[in-house]
Structure formats: structure tokens, C-alpha cells
């Protein structure tokens, strides 16, 4: 080959590196991207907390950034006499370095979540769970359920004496409760292994009593969900929908119901919406419908330091209340707020329980007007006893005081 020809040929290379390694690292920044936003959890903080929606944008725009340098370098390059201008030779120069940056963004944020959900090296503690597959048994034409919601292990401001008042009070209440169930938030950020292990080991508390938990949004954070697959699917998914996020089970004369709803709607996928509807079309006659959900649908509450409402949510209440409303859904219970309230709208009671050992909300604003009852500053839990006559509701305190009962009485 000429001489000429081959100079040619390497200085266009060499003019060509910038914009090949910032393609390279626009397709990583892309595909770290789509993968966190494919977790549970990522598209309601990206929604629900401007913190974060900021970090995703400055991830996305470190993607951008070299080759926008990269392209501006060519331009300038090829105007200068010879390709050999400075500012364009800068400018390339400078996008290498961006997308190195880029580069290990992206690797180091991938292998920063991976490592951290990764499964323990030591086992982790057995749980005496439900089968959702086999649903929950009672005696005597009773259920009896004990429910709370958001304790938070792993921050520092939780209550854990309540949190293990609530779990020994569960234990040795009488009559016997046939399960717990909490309603997600069971840690504070779902990234970190040893607020799960120190749940887990918490929850020998109690007893025998068999166990089932639902994802919270602070739980999803980010890639938590492996965590709480391993701790609560430890046997891997036998539910009737496939997904361990949402299900139904069977709870004597009533269908427990669980929905995947974190942050709010955003979580509410086609695929989950169609199955509440075949899920909710296929009860039995008389068959008590009780939905689970992390996030509330009416609820009192607050405004937020970025001044988002944290009340009557907007998400849940325009796409997921109609069709509860439509098919008689007897009971809501949530968490989310971290309080008791009792509601009622369009024919369905709501519950709301996030009072599990969580900061409590004592900043209340906003009242709902489909509230019937609200306690502030209380931790505690809902027991529910579901027979043939109806579901009866009883809030209790930590120490299992009984603060408001309610009859919710057949609604189908
Ligand atoms: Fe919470």
C-alpha cells in the first residue's frame, strides 16, 4: 500500500476513535438504564422523588455528553486544513475521556446493585411462610388475619420495640391468628442485605404463626426485589398470576387479592390489570374479595419536602379504584402512610396501616373526605376476622389494645 494511502487510512481512524468509544458508552449508559428502570420500584422514584429523577437524568445525560463531544470534534476537524485543528482535536480528546467516564458509571453502578443483592455467602433465616398456592386455613369458619405495614428495618429512627411488640403481640394473641401479613417497606432501602437479615431474624417473633409480605417501594430500591424474591419466595413463584408482586390466595369465604402498587399506579402494569379483572370476574358467588396493596387508594396524609401529596392518590384512585368499585371488592388494606385510618368511597371500606415501627407521620394536612377514622402517633396493626357473616375489622394498638372496630358486612 502507499504511503499515502496508509496515512490516510490511520488518521481516519484515529479521527474515528472518539465518536466509536462514545457509542460505545452512550449503548452502556442505555443499557444500565433500561435495565434499572425493568426493576420494580425505579419508575416510581424517577416519578416520586425529584432527587433521584435528577440523578437519572445526569446518568443519561453522561451518556450523551462524549458523543456530542465526539461529533463536535469531527465538525471542527474536518473544516481545520488538514484535520488538524486544536479546539477539534480538544473536543475529541475530551470525549474519549467522557466516555471512559461513562464507561465506568455504568459498570460500576451495574456492579455496585448486583454485588450488593447478590445471594449471602451464609444461609439466611427460614421463614414460616404461606403458600399463596394453598392459601391461608381457619378454624371454625373463621380466618383470622393480623396485618401492618412499613417497619422500616434499617433506619435508624424506626421503632423497634414496637415492631417487636406488634410481632410478639400477634404471637400470642387469642384466639390464635392464622397469619401475619405485612404490607411492604419491610426495610428502608432494598439495595442493602443486612436490614433483611435482621428482619428475618426479628420475625422468629412470631412463632408459628405463618408470614407473608408484600413489596413496598423503599423494599424495590434499587434491586431489592432480589432480596425479598429470596426471603419470601425462597422456594421460587407458585402463584396464580405468575408474578411473586401480585397474586390472590384463598382466605376461607373470602379471595385475598394482592396488588403490585409501590409508588403508586406506575407499577400497575396492562398485564396485572387484566388479571384483576379475569381474578375478580371468576369469584364465586358470596366469595369476599380483600385487596392488599402497598400503596393507599383514599387515605389522609401530607405534603412532602419536594411537595408531592401524600393523600387521596391520584394514580390509584383513576386507574385501579373504578374497577375494585365495579366488582364489589369488599376491604382495601395499604401502607405507604404511616399511620391507621379507616375509609370508605364508592362502596368499598379502605384501611390504612403503615404503622409497624416506621417514623411516624405526625405532620398531617389534609384530611380526606373519605375518612371515618385516623390515629396519629400509633403503632400498631389490623386484625381482620373473615366468616360467612362478613369481615370484622379490629385496629390495635402496639400493645394490642383495641383503638376502633368496624363491620364491613358482605358486599357481593
Ligand atoms: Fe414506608
Known amino acids: 500500500m502507499p504511503d499515502f494511502c496508509y496515512n490516510w487510512r490511520m488518521s481516519s481512524i484515529r479521527t474515528r476513535i472518539p465518536l466509536i468509544a462514545s457509542a460505545l458508552a452512550a449503548a ?14 425505579t419508575a416510581g422514584l424517577y416519578e416520586w422523588h425529584p432527587p433521584w429523577r435528577r440523578n437519572f437524568l445526569l446518568i443519561g445525560g453522561a451518556g450523551l455528553l462524549p458523543a456530542l463531544l465526539a461529533l463536535g470534534g469531527l465538525a471542527l476537524r ?8 486544536l479546539a477539534g482535536k480538544s473536543l475529541s480528546a475530551a470525549s474519549l475521556g467522557f466516555s471512559a467516564i461513562a464507561l465506568a458509571l455504568a459498570g460500576g453502578l451495574f456492579g455496585y446493585i448486583v454485588s450488593s443483592t447478590a445471594a449471602p455467602r451464609d444461609p439466611i433465616p427460614a421463614l414460616s411462610l404461606i403458600d399463596p398456592a394453598a392459601g391461608i386455613e381457619g378454624r371454625e369458619g373463621v380466618v383470622r388475619l393480623s396485618l401492618s405495614s412499613d417497619p422500616h428495618w434499617g433506619r435508624e429512627e424506626s421503632d423497634a420495640e414496637a415492631r417487636s411488640a406488634i410481632l410478639r403481640g400477634v404471637a400470642s394473641a387469642s384466639p390464635r391468628r392464622d397469619a401475619f401479613i405485612i404490607l411492604g417497606d419491610n426495610v428502608e432501602t432494598g439495595t442493602d442485605a443486612g ?52 397474586y390472590s ?3 376461607g369465604p373470602a379471595r385475598i387479592i394482592v396488588l403490585d402498587l409501590l409508588w403508586g399506579a406506575e407499577s400497575f402494569s396492562r398485564a396485572q390489570a387484566a388479571w384483576l379483572e379475569r381474578t375478580l370476574s371468576s369469584l364465586p358467588a ?26 387521596d392518590h391520584p ?28 375509609l370508605r368511597h364508592g362502596g368499598v371500606t379502605y384501611a390504612v396501616v403503615g404503622a409497624m415501627g416506621g417514623l411516624l407521620d405526625d405532620h398531617i394536612t389534609y384530611r380526606s373526605p373519605a375518612s371515618l377514622w385516623l390515629a396519629q402517633g400509633v403503632h400498631g396493626r389490623l386484625d381482620l376476622d373473615i ?20 363491620l364491613v358486612a358482605k358486599a357481593r
Not at 28 to 41: G, N, Q, V
Not at 78 to 85: C, D, T, V
Request: with cysteine.
Open 249 to 251: 390466595m384463598k382466605a
Open 78 to 85: 474536518s473544516r481545520a486544513p488538514g484535520g488538524k485543528g
Open 387 to 406: 366468616s360467612e357473616a362478613g369481615i370484622v375489622m379490629a385496629f390495635k394498638d402496639r400493645d394490642g389494645k383495641t383503638l376502633r372496630e368496624e
Open 195 to 246: 436490614p433483611w437479615r435482621e428482619e428475618a431474624a426479628d420475625l422468629s417473633l412470631l412463632g408459628d404463626v405463618p408470614l407473608r409480605s408484600l413489596l413496598g417501594n423503599h423494599d424495590g430500591v434499587i434491586g431489592g426485589q432480589a432480596h425479598f424474591l429470596r426471603y419470601f419466595f425462597p422456594n421460587g413463584v407458585d402463584t396464580d398470576s405468575g408474578s411473586p408482586f401480585y
Open 315 to 342: 394514580g390509584t384512585i383513576a386507574k385501579v379504584a373504578p374497577i375494585l368499585e365495579r366488582h364489589k371488592v369488599a376491604l382495601v388494606v395499604s401502607g405507604h402512610n404511616h399511620d391507621m385510618e379507616l
Open 28 to 41: 452502556a449508559i442505555a443499557a444500565f438504564l433500561i435495565w434499572a428502570f425493568s426493576l420494580e420500584s
Open 286 to 311: 358470596g366469595a369476599q374479595a380483600i385487596v392488599l396493596s402497598h400503596c393507599f387508594f383514599y387515605a389522609s396524609g401530607y405534603v412532602d419536602e419536594h411537595g408531592y401529596g401524600y393523600y
